[in-house]
């Protein structure tokens, strides 16, 4: 157990529809990544927040958008779902340095 | 987006081998991560590295940062049946506004143990 949750587990919807997927990092960790696993582009970094502010942006779409709160847990929103964005989705928290993984949220759009 | 070179893509062999996997890149990295994943579930860390020539082990693991920071290996010893999985190597930059950036990975390595 990394000690990072995430919720919920499974996520089906349909194309055009709008999900959140909710983090919550390691007790004392400030800094919140979120990654994208496909089979066909492996697993991709796409955003970090760092104490409720944006840090680095990796290969996220416009539609996606992330924000992290007070209490540091973070959202990641997906909006105007397509089929291609069918796949896991990870975050991960780090304090500095090496970054622990949760078990990570399903999405399928149908 | 980028990604390192990772390889070999998958290992057959035998309970009790020794197995060798290693990703290289085109860039520096200032740390390099090995990870293992079951089917479904998160990347459990293995072995974080933080300096260029770094030696580093953890039980039956060992792994090592290359000295132009562009390279790293993974080293199983004696494996067993719950050695199974894909393993990636991932490498980080610092950002450069202080701090880390996100995580670059490998492809996967697919370990295979026939009893």
């Known amino acids: 157990d990394s000690g990072v949750t995430q919720t919920p587990k499974h996520l089906i919807t349909a194309t055009g529809q709008r999900v959140t997927l909710r983090c919550s990092p390691r007790?004392?960790?400030?800094?919140v990544y979120w990654y994208q696993q496909s089979l066909d582009q492996g697993l991709q970094f796409l955003i970090q927040?760092?104490?409720?502010?944006?840090?680095a942006k990796g290969n996220i779409l416009e539609r996606f958008s992330a924000q992290q709160f007070p209490d540091l847990h973070s959202e990641l929103n997906l909006s105007s779902l397509e089929l291609g964005d069918s796949a896991l989705y990870f975050c991960?928290?780090?304090?500095?340095?090496?970054?622990?993984f949760g078990p990570g949220t399903r999405l399928t759009v149908l | 987006g980028q990604q390192l070179n990772q390889s070999p893509q998958s290992m057959f062999i035998q309970e009790g081998e020794d197995v060798s996997m290693n990703c290289t890149s085109s860039?520096?990295?200032?740390?390099w991560l090995w990870y293992k994943q079951d089917p479904g579930e998160g990347p459990v860390l293995l072995i974080a590295?933080?300096?260029?020539?770094e030696l580093t082990s953890n039980g039956r693991l060992t792994a090592q940062f290359g000295i132009t920071r562009k390279d790293s290996f993974l080293n199983i010893s004696a494996s067993i049946p719950s050695d199974v999985g894909i393993y990636f190597c991932?490498?980080?930059?610092?950002?450069?506004?202080?701090?880390?950036?996100?995580?670059?990975f490998g492809k996967g390595t697919h370990l295979i143990i026939q009893p």
């Open positions: 590295l933080y300096k260029a020539g």
């Open positions: 991932a490498g980080q930059r610092p950002y450069s506004g202080g701090g880390a950036d996100g995580l670059t």
């Open positions: 007790s004392g960790d400030l800094s």
């Open positions: 860039s520096i990295f200032n740390t």
């Open positions: 991960a928290s780090s304090a500095s340095g090496a970054q622990f």
């Open positions: 927040y760092y104490n409720g502010e944006e840090r």
